[in-house]
């Protein structure tokens, strides 16, 4: 089943160019059928990109989803054009008396900052406390994760010595979860990320479960015992050239980064690979949706 979009959203075009799944809200008012409503609050500052990456694989389920894209009020972003939030996006003043199935929230260019010293971090902790009476389960990405085992959990960031930036192999830690139904035993995932969210104290936590780590990535996928709250440390969004786009653009001011591990073909600087990692990504957002959600959310839970 798809996800409903506006037409005029240019991530419509691009998925449906790829033959994903996507329809307009014309069509989905004729079908009789209640939608999960899924909310995706973009903070990456290359909004149009990650709304694509994250609507293809959303759009790949067998549960149509209807999709609202929420933006900070208390940040402006400045890599996306004015007209282009505007027509697309709300503020959480806009949607906090709804409720929603789901929500995403995507990682975010300030791992360098602390916590409390994010420009729109109030803002977050207030959708974060809001999203626990008003969303059924949500998703946190790579520096979201690390936002929400903070402030729910007490769970610090640690920095690292090097930059983790790669494509990395990782295994299950708890097979048994509903989240990781038909992982191979070990999977590739995309990471890239300064700092990490320490193993011993994830697995020190009572209210949480580690489900799948890297040996050399670390902490992968950790969620709460009720699947109300997954963090994803890593970035199974990514399209074949953002390692690259990333690497390109961290080099060019002169950090001191190193190339993406397991990534380049032949080991070559720009060499793009085909993507290897993209059949565990549709499952682990197929996953979520089926089992964290769709299985567990009342029919009602959103009036």
Request: proline share 5%; net charge negative; charged share 20%.
């Amino acid at each position: 089943m798809p996800v409903k979009l506006p037409k005029n959203l240019p991530a419509y075009a691009s998925l449906e160019k790829e033959n994903v799944f996507v329809m307009s809200y014309d069509r989905a008012a004729r079908q009789d059928i209640r939608p999960l409503k899924v909310l995706i609050l973009n903070l990456m500052p290359t909004k149009e990109v990650t709304e694509t990456q994250l609507l293809r694989l959303l759009g790949n389920s067998p549960l149509q989803s209807e999709i609202t894209l929420l933006r900070t009020a208390s940040y402006e972003a400045t890599n996306t054009a004015a007209e282009h939030l505007s027509a697309f996006y709300k503020t959480f003043d806009e949607v906090k008396a709804q409720r929603f199935d789901a929500c995403v929230i995507t990682g975010a260019p300030v791992e360098h900052l602390d916590f409390e010293d994010v420009t729109y971090w109030t803002e977050l902790t207030k959708i974060l406390d809001w999203a626990d009476t008003n969303v059924f389960s949500t998703l946190y990405i790579c520096w979201a994760a690390q936002a929400g085992l903070f402030y729910q959990y007490g769970l610090a960031k640690r920095p690292m010595s090097q930059k983790v930036s790669g494509v990395f192999r990782h295994t299950l830690v708890k097979k048994c979860s509903p989240l990781l139904r038909g992982f191979d035993d070990e999977f590739w995932a995309p990471h890239s990320r300064n700092t990490e969210v320490l193993r011993g104290d994830v697995l020190a936590c009572a209210e949480l479960d580690l489900l799948a780590e890297s040996a050399e990535a670390g902490v992968y996928v950790a969620a709460s015992k009720d699947l109300r709250r997954v963090f994803v440390t890593g970035h199974s969004e990514y399209d074949a050239e953002t390692l690259h786009l990333e690497y390109v653009r961290d080099a060019s001011k002169g950090l001191n980064v190193p190339p993406p591990k397991n990534y380049y073909l032949r080991g070559e600087t720009g060499a793009i690979p085909p993507i290897f990692w993209r059949a565990h990504a549709m499952l682990l957002f197929n996953n979520w949706l089926n089992y964290c959600v769709y299985q567990e959310t009342p029919y009602d839970y959103v009036i």
